[in-house]
């Protein structure tokens, strides 16, 4: 059974970074993609990023693009997500999730196709 558990989240100043990190244990094998959500109470979940198994693909969501970045370190079974020039409405709860084993370049913007999700970890930013 693979756990999810996310961290670095906390309260920043808009313009401000953070460095979301989610560790992946239990029995972790295969080419998992990973994918990183957010959601705000009473609205739809909104994908933020994905990366491949490989590192060598990734995918952004629009009002991210150009902001966040999203990296793993397969050895320590870790996805991380770096946020930069954070605004207010970025505020919400960031949530990791994996995929089955799909391919090393597989990566995916439906929140359909991950099967392990973290508990969530939340972010506001101040204006």
């Known amino acids: 059974q693979v756990q999810l558990v996310e961290s670095g989240g906390g309260l920043v100043q808009a313009g401000g970074?953070?460095?979301?990190?989610?560790?992946?244990?239990?029995?972790?094998?295969?080419?998992?993609?990973?994918?990183?959500?957010r959601q705000a109470p009473g609205k739809e979940r909104?994908?933020?990023?994905?990366?491949?198994?490989?590192?060598?693909?990734?995918?952004?969501?629009?009002?991210?693009?150009?902001?966040?970045?999203?990296?793993?370190?397969?050895?320590?079974n870790t996805l991380y997500l770096q946020m930069n020039s954070l605004k207010p409405e970025d505020t919400d709860v960031y949530y990791c999730a994996t995929t089955v084993d799909y391919g090393s370049d597989y990566v995916s913007v439906r929140a359909i196709e991950y099967n392990v999700w973290g508990q969530g970890t939340q972010v506001t930013v101040a204006s």
């Open 17 to 37: 970074s953070l460095r979301l990190s989610c560790a992946a244990s239990g029995r972790t094998f295969g080419r998992y993609a990973g994918g990183w959500f």
């Open 46 to 76: 909104e994908f933020v990023a994905t990366i491949s198994w490989s590192g060598g693909h990734t995918n952004y969501g629009d009002s991210v693009k150009g902001r966040f970045t999203t990296s793993r370190d397969n050895a320590k």
